[in-house]
Nanobody, 118 residues
Framework: QVQLVESGGGLVQAGGSLRLSCTASESTRNINSMGWYRQAPGKQRELVATISKSGITNYADSAKGRFAISRDNAKNVVFLEMNSLKPEDTAVYYC????????????WGQGTQVTVSS
């Protein structure tokens, strides 16, 4: 069974930093892109950042210049470095992975809470 586990969430003051990690129990050849999404209370889940197997990144406008996504393909780990955090960043952050064998499907983690105080 494939699983996706996040860690690194917590409480931080505005202007502070956090580093999220996500590990997938899947063969490196079967995982395509990985990424981070978030969902705040009363809002829809939204994309934060994604990274392809070759290292191509994509960021939401709200994350550009503040967040950095990276990955270790050999260990199936994706990171999200968050800097200059704002109260608006408060949300549950979910790890995502696209798995490809004979077909493609999404994996989602359980989520990790990030709370930014003003």
């Amino acid at each position: 069974q494939v699983q996706l586990v996040e860690s690194g969430g917590g409480l931080v003051q505005a202007g502070g930093s956090l580093r999220l990690s996500c590990t997938a129990s899947e063969s490196t050849r079967n995982i395509n892109s990985m990424g981070w999404y978030r969902q705040a209370p009363g809002k829809q889940r939204e994309l934060v950042a994604t990274i392809s197997k070759s290292g191509i990144t994509n960021y939401a406008d709200s994350a550009k210049g503040r967040f950095a996504i990276s990955r270790d393909n050999a260990k199936n780990v994706v990171f999200l470095e968050m800097n200059s955090l704002k109260p608006e960043d408060t949300a549950v952050y979910y790890c995502n992975a696209v798995v490809e064998r004979s077909y493609a499907y999404d994996l989602w983690g359980q989520g990790t809470q990030v709370t930014v105080s003003s």
